[in-house]
């Protein structure tokens, strides 16, 4: 009877991606998934360390998996991989007291995860391997991709920037490009056996160039997976404000397949503690750079990512973030309280001197503004109607379908009631009238024929101009 495997995952999209490359590299090896702690031989937790709350993660389930053993007497092997493998090696176990886990592995070290669980089979001691950043073209091996309609596709590992918040290069090392060819086949394989959307992945997805063809940038990479046969969906994350630039507005908007959506990570409204975070722009050309690409695209969304209570913020820094998030009327937000992370230049540097109350206060104010914004934007969507990729099968009512616009916005609609199995509709596109919004999606009916008209849109634009979402 084949050993069995569960690989649980907590962070962004590239641990996501990081987790079914594991899961290949498992099934090749003759393991068998499973959903079922006390079913599970192997238990893999890919950890993420860019907050302090996705690290108590790791320690809650670990400590979760040692109850099992004391309760049930069931022991699998744990394996812990990601950044907080990275990031702490050898002092993961002492942390520990090395009682549950059997190896630690590196976020360039995936390739080693089965060779290192059978070591640990046979020897009472961990195994760890993070060997920093061998791997220079970080071949992938096989995936198993878990999403039936859509499929990450790594293009960068690694980041050269040194934010002075982010904990990235000392957990994924410096920058380093796959191979353009390299990327186009895992496109090629993920719409043959059936995928609709492509996201591409990176720590800075615009800082491409193809180190097989030279000239090849990000935008020209956009228009190469654009005339891959089978794709009807390419996004991206995250480019940085820095290095968006004319070229890749234009890709963005003239390419029929990439959605109209762009992630644009700000961080702080204030140039002051920009500065701080070594963010390399100002406010003033952060919403330039806004207003440029509503001038090119009315219809596109905006997304963003925010921090709070960075050190030296003032009250009137915060108050800035807050005029900032009105003028940019953004889709939607990751707004984070920020948390001292080890071996950054915050960390060595900058004293953290805003108190826990005031994060928790500002927090609290920027997520209730960005919660009226969104409320505003998804208000004028009723009574339009608008085309979704269908990705998912409601867990909340049965013979209820949810699915993205371009814009990325979540709709969810019911069934038609002379539909047969809801299986059958992931990965088509359907026209949906929307009937009722909230903050955070849409609802609505599948619709007999598309109204062209609302994209999604958080920008000025008058809904009903320009292309179909």
Not at 285 to 291: G, N, Q
């Amino acid at each position: 009877m084949a050993k069995k495997y569960l690989i649980e995952t907590f962070g962004c999209q590239m641990n996501v991606h990081d987790s079914e490359r594991m899961a290949g590299l498992l099934d090749q090896a003759g393991y068998e998934p499973t959903t079922d702690d006390l079913d599970a031989d192997v238990i893999v937790i890919n950890s993420c360390s860019v907050r302090d709350h996705a690290e108590e993660k790791l320690y809650t389930r670990l400590g979760e998996i040692r109850v099992l053993e004391e309760e049930t007497g069931h022991k699998p092997l744990v394996a812990v991989a990601g950044c907080v493998a990275q990031q702490e090696g050898e002092r993961l176990l002492k942390n520990t007291n090395g009682r549950v886990i059997d190896v630690v592995l590196g976020t360039q070290r995936l390739k080693m995860l089965p060779v290192l669980i059978e070591k640990a089979a046979q020897s009472p001691f961990a195994e760890v391997d993070i060997n920093p950043w061998d791997d220079v073209t970080f071949p992938l091996g096989m995936t198993r991709r878990t999403d039936p309609v859509k499929a990450y596709v790594t293009i960068i590992e690694g980041c050269n920037d040194y934010c002075t918040f982010c904990v990235v290069p000392y957990t994924r090392g410096h920058e380093r490009m796959r191979a353009k060819a390299d990327i186009l086949a895992d496109v090629r394989q993920a719409v043959d056996t059936g995928r609709k959307e492509i996201q591409l992945l990176g720590q800075i997805v615009n800082h491409y160039e193809a180190p097989d063809d030279p000239g090849c940038d990000f935008a020209d990479l956009l228009a190469a997976v654009n005339d891959v046969p089978g794709v009807e969906r390419i996004r991206f994350a995250s480019p940085h404000p820095r290095h968006t630039g004319a070229r890749l507005i234009e890709a963005v908007r003239d390419l029929p397949n990439v959605c109209k959506h762009m992630h644009l990570p700000v961080q702080s409204g204030s140039t002051t503690v920009l500065q701080a975070m070594r963010r390399r722009y100002t406010r003033e050309s952060y919403l330039d750079l806004v207003a440029a690409i509503r001038e090119a695209m009315p219809e596109a969304t905006l997304s963003t990512d925010m921090i709070v209570g960075f050190p030296g913020e003032t009250t009137g820094d915060f108050e800035e973030t807050l005029s900032l998030t009105e003028a940019a009327q953004y889709h939607s937000m990751f707004s984070f309280k920020y948390s001292e992370r080890p071996n950054t230049l915050a960390s060595r540097r900058l004293p953290d001197d805003v108190c826990e109350e005031e994060k928790t206060r500002r927090i609290v104010a920027l997520q209730r503004l960005q919660r009226d914004i969104q409320s505003r934007l998804h208000a004028r969507a009723v009574g339009t109607t608008v085309d979704v990729l269908v990705d998912a099968v409601s867990r909340r009512r049965e013979g209820e379908m949810s699915g993205r616009t371009s814009g990325n916005t979540v709709v969810n609609f019911p069934l038609p009631a002379h539909i047969g199995a809801p299986a059958g509709w992931l990965g088509r596109t359907v026209p949906v009238k929307i009937l009722r919004a909230g903050p955070n999606s849409l609802w609505g009916e599948v619709a007999e024929q598309p109204i062209r008209g609302w994209h999604g849109a958080c920008g000025p634009g008058t809904p009903g101009a320009g292309r179909s979402c």
